[in-house]
């Protein structure tokens, strides 16, 4: 186990900046997710972790020393790659103690060692086949097996569930979460799916651009977001955004609606009200605090139901337990909830 430090560590792919200043500190044993939509650089980033790619410039250390140019080998890391990077002409066995092997480690021992690891994964009974008679999950604990018998100082994961379908996209979270918990290692984990990053990290890494836009645990990141992108990002569906002008203490986004504002926000000129899609309830007449608003489609899930409208050309999403009798094109009463109401200023920026 160990920690992991990235201090101002940038990253240029010729005269393009991919990364641009990141400082991240990890903790022993802490889960981290790097998160942010394709192009935002957490690919890169891990990849330069495990010296895969080199560092511009910065620092990046386990437990304190500076591995900047140490060769990966001698990292102490363990990485599981997207597309699982299994041989195909090897057992599981083989494919598992492969990296003891090289590591000089006997027969007797590397047995003993694969044979604890598959127990633990769920493959004994897969250990004298070959990855193409194994599903997609099977190969994904395959590719997590060979990463566990090294008992690495850290684990590297880059989007291992992205090849999955969406149900065992699910199972094999909780079991990487499970067995990340039971082990204690460090694990560092790249995905653009901000669901996985919501359920399975201890702490997220929010990436735009190359730049950390947030870091924190996932509600935090969820209830508090810095910015209109950290709003939008976290969350599904994403939280409505509606401009506005600030006047006699309210921040007006529609001519009949206004949304007064709590003491503790920095008013500006020009702000924008954040809504949560649960923070609206829907009413078929008006009522104080509501806004008008045409109902342009619904999704009904059984446990709840998702409702689609549009007023003044702006979109806004709104998702109750309750099943709405309403449909296209219905005209609604919508009650936003002043006291889960998020503010941002001129710049998108958190303003209370």
């Known amino acids: ?36 939509p394709s192009g935002c650089g957490k690919s890169t980033l891990l990849r330069m972790i495990a010296g895969l790619e080199d560092v511009t410039s910065g620092d990046v250390a386990i437990d304190n020393k500076r591995i ?38 006997s027969k007797a021992d590397r047995k003993t060692q694969v044979a604890a690891a598959a127990a633990s994964l769920g493959l004994t009974d897969y250990l004298h086949r070959y990855p193409k008679e194994l599903s997609g999950g099977q ?39 499970e067995l990340q918990n039971r082990l204690g290692v460090t694990s560092i984990y790249v995905t653009h799916d901000q669901i996985e990053a919501m359920t399975m990290a201890d702490k997220i890494v929010l990436l735009r651009g190359g730049v950390v836009e947030q870091v924190g645990p996932p509600l935090e990141l969820y209830d508090r977001p810095n910015s209109t992108f950290v709003a939008t990002f976290m969350g599904s569906p994403s939280m409505n955004l509606f401009e506005g002008a600030v006047s006699d203490g309210s921040l007006r986004v529609f001519d009949d609606y206004a949304m007064p504002l709590p003491g503790e926000v920095r008013a500006d000129s020009r702000m924008t009200l954040g809504l949560r899609p ?62 889960q109401a998020h503010f941002f200023d001129a710049e998108g920026r958190r303003a209370h």
């Open 1 to 36: 186990m160990a920690t992991v430090t990235l201090h101002d560590v940038r990253k240029k792919f010729g005269a393009v900046d991919v990364i641009k200043g990141v400082s991240v500190d990890i903790e022993d044993g802490e889960f981290v997710i790097l998160v942010g």
């Open 68 to 105: 900047n140019h140490v060769p990966p080998k001698d990292r102490d890391i363990a990485m599981v790659f997207q597309n699982y990077a299994l041989y195909p002409h090897m057992t599981v066995e083989d494919n598992m103690g492969f990296s003891l092997k090289l590591a000089g480690v």
């Open 139 to 177: 190969r994904q604990r395959v590719a997590t097996g060979r990463a566990i018998v090294r008992n690495p100082k850290v684990f590297l994961f880059d989007e291992p569930l992205s090849n999955l379908d969406a149900a065992l996209r699910v199972q094999m979270r909780s079991e990487i979460r």
């Open 278 to 339: 649960d923070a609206v309830s829907v009413a078929t007449q008006e009522v104080p605090g509501s806004f008008r608003a045409r109902v342009t489609s619904l999704e009904a899930t059984g446990s709840e139901t998702m409702l689609f409208a549009e007023r003044d050309g702006r979109s806004v999403t709104v998702v109750v337990k309750d099943r709405l009798a309403a449909r296209a094109g219905d005209a609604v009463f919508l009650v936003p909830d002043p006291a």
